[in-house]
């Protein structure tokens, strides 16, 4: 007898691996409308494991319900942000930590192949290549370091994939040329099996994104203090790098 329960459960699987896929990718970017009409027909399955998904993505974050209005890519405040980095700084210098302890020859090999295609770049433009390479990277490091509850808290809250759902190009923070020797530094502290200087230099690198955060968040205050003085409102959105 053909089992219809673990279809369906295969089909919420199947349905909600590919949008979380799509969200991390930024195929829908953050406070875009999710088009379930469209997804399920694309997806050739009916909306209710589709509903089922993103009812899934809601409970971890990454998606929000507008009454009357469907469902959203989450889109994360500047506050919010620096919440979500202050995590990573402290659950990321811990696993970065580990990594150096535990990092075969063999990962060590891996992780020294990360931003390799960057090497002798002046001016890094290539926003899209670098977020994906930044995404793998900090994953890879979680992978091998953050083992049993560590490694559960920062994949099943989804620690890592929130703080790329800024609006600002690609989900970075920062520029890739500001965080790309930060990096290397990460890369051969672990490579050295260094734990002691890879959980601080992991921890610098986050902590610099968070001050560039609530610098931001001051410079809006002071803009929409000035703007509200002056009559006029100050809607904050993040402006490209000038390269």
């Known amino acids: 007898m053909k089992n219809l329960g673990a ?28 088009p379930q009409e469209k997804l399920a027909q694309e997806l050739g399955i009916s909306r ?4 089922s998904a993103l009812k899934f993505l809601e409970h ?3 998606v929000e319900s507008k009454p009357r209005r469907g469902y959203f890519v989450r889109l994360f405040s500047k506050h919010e942000m620096v919440s979500i980095f202050e995590l990573r700084e402290v659950l990321e210098g ?11 020859d063999k ?6 192949g990360f931003f390799r295609s960057f090497a002798g770049s002046i001016n890094i433009t290539d926003f899209r290549a670098y977020a994906k390479e930044d995404r793998r990277f900090h994953n890879f490091i979680a992978e091998i370091g953050a083992q049993e509850f560590l490694k559960s808290i920062l994949h099943t809250c989804n620690i ?16 890739p040329n500001e965080t790309f020797q930060e990096h290397l530094a990460v890369i051969e502290a672990i490579g050295d099996r260094d734990p002691d200087a890879a959980e601080k230099l992991m921890r610098r690198h986050l902590s610099k994104t968070i001050a560039h955060l609530k610098r931001d968040i001051e410079k809006e205050k002071q803009r929409n203090d000035s703007a509200k003085l002056s009559g006029h409102h100050f809607d904050p ?3 490209p790098w000038r390269i």
Request: aromatic share 4%; hydrophobic share 35%.
């Open 107 to 112: 990962e060590i090999d891996i992780l020294k």
């Open 7 to 34: 279809e369906h459960e295969n089909l919420d699987q199947k349905a909600y691996e590919i949008l979380k896929n799509m969200i991390t990718e930024r195929q829908i970017l953050p406070g875009e409308k999710i």
């Open 94 to 104: 811990l696993a970065a930590k580990r990594a150096a302890t535990n990092i075969t």
């Open 60 to 62: 971890e974050k990454l």
């Open 237 to 239: 959105k993040p402006t």
């Open 160 to 175: 890592i994939t929130a703080s790329y759902q800024y609006l600002s190009t690609e989900g970075l923070v920062r520029p």
């Open 48 to 51: 209710t494991p589709l509903i």
